[in-house]
C-alpha cells in the first residue's frame, strides 16, 4: 500500500469518527417511524410545503437526478420530516451559486445541507450541525503529500465557486492562487487535465468521482481544513423553523445516522502496484546474479525512502491529533470567562444524573444571573456585564470544590454543579457566594446578582431540574441584589 492510500485509510478514519461525534451528541433515542403531533407553535407551517434548495451537483451529499433530489441530505429530510411533521418542497437550480442567490431572496427557506459562515450568518440562521465530513487536497498521483494549505506553497489551487472553503482561504491564506470550478465533479477532470495543481474537495464527493470515473491518475495529498460541518441554513425571515428543526435532529436515533452514512459511502481503498518494475526487478535478478551486492543496496535505499515515508506521515497524524486536541478545547470552553460552555454543562448534568440514578448520591444545581441596566446603552451594558461575568467567574472559581462544575450558560447566566451536595449544603454554598460577589462587584453600581438553588429528585429529568433552579431564580430576581432562594 503506497502512501496515497495511507491518506485514505486515515481519511475513512476521521469520516467515522466525526460521525460518531454528531451521533452521540444526539442523545435521544426516540423513533424515527413515530412524527410528533403538531403544537400550536408549529401547526402554522404543517399546513404548506416548505421551498427548499440544493446543491445540484455535490453527490453523494446531495444532486438533483432526473428532477429528483437524492443523496445524504434527501435521506435525512424525509426523517426529519417524519420527526417534525413538516413538509418540503425542492425548487431546482442550476448552480450551487443559484441556490445561494434563491434562498438570500427569500425563494427557498431552506437549504438542507451547509456550512456555516460569517457571510452567509448574515441572511440565513442555522440548526445544529448533523453531518460532518473531513476535506482533502486531491492532486496527480507523484505530488508529495501537502500538510494542509501551509504546504501548498506557489501551486495553483482548483476550488468550488460560493463554497465556504472559498470563504476561508480568502480569509486566512489571501496568496494562495485559486481557480474557480463548477463543481468537484467537473473540477477531477480539470486538474487531470492540468489546468491547476491542486483541488480541495470534500472526501466522500472525490472518492466517488474517482471510483466511478476511473481516475487513477489522482490520489489524496492531504487534509484542508476546515472540516465540513452540515446543518440546514434558514432564511432569517423563517428563523421559527429552527428550533422544530433541532428539535427533530436531535431525535435521530445512531442507528439512523450509521444506515445512512453506509448506504452512500463509497470510499473505497486503493492498491496501486507498478508491475513493471517488479518485472525488471525479477529479470535483473535471474540474469545478473553477480550483482548481489548491488541489489542489496538497492533494497537498504527503498527502506531509507520508505521510513522517510513513514515519517512524513506520522507527522501528518501529530498535526492532525494536535487539531482535534484544539478543536475539542474550543469545543468545551467560553472564550470570554474560560469556564466550560453550555455544551459541556449539558454533558455534565447528564453524567450526573445517571450517577443519580444508579448510585442516589443527591446533586444541586445553582444558578447565578448578572443583570445590568441599559442607562450606559446596550454595548455599554454589554462591556459592563461582560467585566462583571469576568469578575464573578474568578469568586465561583475559588470557591467550589476540585469535583464541582461551573459553567456560563448564556451571556447572563452562571451554572454551578454541586455533585453530593443537599440543597441545604447548596444554599449555603450561593450565600457565601453572594456575599464575596457583591464585595468584588461594589464598584458595578448597576449591576444585580441573583442565586437559584434546586436540588434533583428522584426520576426528574435536566430540563425539569432546570426550570425549577430558574423559577428560584426568578424570585431571587424580584428582590434585593445578591437574594438567595432556593427551590424545595
Known amino acids: 500500500m503506497n502512501v496515497f492510500t495511507c491518506c485514505r485509510c486515515i481519511a475513512v478514519a476521521m469520516l467515522l469518527s466525526a460521525l460518531a461525534c454528531v451521533a452521540s451528541a444526539q442523545s435521544s433515542q426516540v423513533q424515527a417511524e413515530a412524527p410528533p403531533a403538531a403544537t400550536s407553535a408549529t401547526s402554522t407551517y404543517l399546513d404548506k410545503p416548505i421551498p427548499y434548495c440544493i446543491d445540484p451537483s455535490w453527490a453523494p451529499y446531495e444532486a438533483i437526478l432526473n428532477n429528483r433530489h437524492v443523496g445524504i441530505s434527501a435521506d435525512y ?46 441572511f440565513l440562521d442555522f440548526t445544529q450541525p448533523y453531518f460532518e465530513s473531513p476535506n482533502v487536497l486531491v492532486a496527480k498521483q507523484g505530488t508529495p503529500i501537502l500538510q494542509g494549505y501551509d504546504g501548498v ?17 480568502r480569509r486566512f491564506y489571501p496568496d494562495l492562487r485559486l481557480t474557480m470550478i463548477a463543481s468537484e465533479k467537473q473540477g477531477l477532470f480539470q486538474l487531470l487535465r492540468g489546468e491547476f495543481d491542486v483541488m480541495v474537495g470534500s472526501l466522500m464527493s472525490v472518492n466517488l468521482h474517482i471510483n466511478n470515473e476511473n481516475l487513477t491518475g489522482l490520489a489524496i495529498v492531504g487534509y484542508a481544513e476546515p472540516y465540513d460541518s452540515l446543518a440546514y441554513g434558514v432564511n432569517r425571515s423563517y428563523s421559527h423553523l429552527v428550533p422544530i428543526l433541532n428539535k427533530a435532529i436531535s431525535r435521530i436515533p445512531i442507528e439512523k445516522h450509521v444506515d445512512i452514512y453506509r448506504k452512500w459511502n463509497h470510499v473505497r481503498v486503493s492498491h496501486n502496484r507498478d ?51 484544539t478543536l475539542s478545547m474550543l469545543s468545551a470552553y467560553d472564550d470570554d470567562t474560560g469556564l466550560f460552555n453550555d455544551n459541556k454543562m449539558i454533558q455534565e448534568l447528564e453524567n450526573e444524573i445517571t450517577r443519580f440514578q444508579r448510585f442516589n448520591h443527591t446533586p444541586t ?19 459592563i456585564l461582560l467585566d462583571a461575568m469576568r469578575r464573578v467567574s474568578q469568586k465561583c472559581l475559588s470557591a467550589v470544590r476540585d469535583v464541582d462544575t ?31 460577589i ?19 429528585k428522584s426520576e426528574e429529568g435536566m430540563m425539569s431540574w432546570l426550570e425549577r433552579g430558574r423559577k428560584a431564580l426568578l424570585q431571587a430576581k424580584r428582590m434585593e441584589t445578591g437574594t438567595v432562594i432556593a427551590e424545595d
Open 77 to 122: 429530510m424525509a426523517l426529519i420530516s417524519s420527526l417534525s411533521g413538516l413538509k418540503f418542497e425542492l425548487v431546482e437550480t442550476q448552480s450551487w451559486r443559484e441556490s445561494l442567490a434563491f434562498v438570500q431572496q427569500g425563494i427557498c427557506h431552506v437549504i438542507p445541507m451547509m456550512n456555516a459562515s460569517d457571510f452567509r450568518r448574515q
Open 365 to 383: 444545581l445553582v444558578i447565578v444571573e448578572l443583570d445590568c441596566a441599559l442607562k450606559f446603552g446596550m454595548m455599554g451594558s454589554t462591556s
Open 406 to 436: 461551573v459553567s456560563r450558560f448564556s451571556n447572563k447566566e452562571l451554572l454551578i454543579l454541586l455533585p453530593h451536595t443537599s440543597l441545604a449544603d447548596g444554599k449555603a454554598l450561593a450565600e457565601r457566594l453572594s456575599t464575596n
Open 275 to 325: 508491475y513493471t518494475t517488479f518485472l525488471l526487478f525479477m529479470a535483473i535478478a535471474f540474469i545478473l546474479v553477480a550483482f548481489l551486492i548491488w541489489r542489496n543496496r538497492v533494497v537498504v535505499k527503498s527502506n531509507r525512502i520508505l521510513h522517510q515515508k513513514n515519517v512524513e506521515i506520522e507527522s501528518l497524524q501529530a498535526t492532525l491529533a494536535e487539531r482535534n486536541y
Open 438 to 456: 457583591l464585595a468584588a462587584l461594589s464598584c458595578f453600581d448597576d449591576v444585580h446578582v441573583s442565586f437559584g438553588v434546586a436540588e434533583l
Open 153 to 169: 506553497g506557489d501551486r495553483t489551487v482548483g476550488i468550488v465557486d460560493a463554497y465556504r472553503q472559498a470563504e476561508y482561504v
